[in-house]
């Protein structure tokens, strides 16, 4: 148990253009749901906690109107970066809980790259 | 000062060798302490919490040190298939990542 898919698992796109990524768990109900980035050699770094039904935190200096996310059911959250840009290429990696904080499961991440 | 500081290595051992990867964290009011395993071009999987009391998996083994406020895993008998980076997880009222260590086990 416990599975959480993301899609797409790798996409290209050109600057400018908006990209949506998926974040599901299969098999049980997440009453929240984490976004994180993670530049190559370097740590996962949060970027946004989302409950369900409500408007998702971000953490100091991620753009809320660039970086949206929306979870508007127990087992979907999606992040749109909007005008994508080079320096956004990155691995997204989403992960959700049941109970909170500290039983996070992972997606398998999303490798976005930005033309 | 980052919140949670790994030695990047890499570690590049033989097979059957024992290391030793440490971990320092800067918040003491962090409360729970956890060791992921990375491998490339993957999500992080859960490799073991880390107790007060210390607690062992197999042939992990996971320490805490709250006074010096730093986190061990000791991997024994390592195996090829540990290659991979493992990062240190402080949580406090978010989860922090450390950068992670990077092994490489050698035939």
């Known amino acids: 148990g416990a599975v959480v898919s993301q899609h797409p698992s790798w996409v290209i796109c050109k600057s400018g253009t908006s990209v949506k990524i998926e974040c599901r768990s299969l098999?049980?109900?997440?009453?929240?749901m984490f976004w994180y980035r993670q530049f190559p050699k370097q740590s996962l770094m949060l970027m946004a906690t989302s409950n369900e039904g409500s408007k998702a935190t971000y953490e100091q200096g991620v753009e809320k109107d660039k970086f949206l996310i929306n979870h508007a059911s127990l087992t979907l959250s999606t992040l749109t970066v909007t005008s994508a840009h080079p320096e956004d290429s990155s691995f997204y990696i989403c992960?959700?809980?049941?109970?909170?904080?500290?039983?996070?499961?992972f997606g398998p991440g999303t490798r976005l790259t930005v033309t | 000062r980052k919140e949670v500081e790994q030695d990047p290595g890499p570690f590049n051992v033989p097979e059957g060798a024992t290391v030793a990867f440490n971990c320092t964290y800067s918040n003491s009011a962090s409360q729970s302490f956890f060791w992921y395993r990375q491998d490339c071009r993957k999500e992080p999987k859960l490799l073991m919490s880390?107790?007060?009391s210390g607690n062992e998996d197999g042939r992990f083994t996971a320490q805490l040190n709250r006074a010096s406020q730093y986190i061990s895993l000791l991997i024994r008998d390592s195996k090829l298939s540990d290659s991979a980076t493992y990062l240190c997880v402080v949580s406090y009222n978010d989860m922090r990542f450390g950068a992670g260590t990077r092994l490489t086990v050698k035939p």
């Open positions: 992960s959700a809980s049941r109970t909170g904080l500290y039983e996070q499961y």
């Open positions: 880390v107790y007060s």
């Open positions: 098999d049980f109900q997440a009453t929240t």
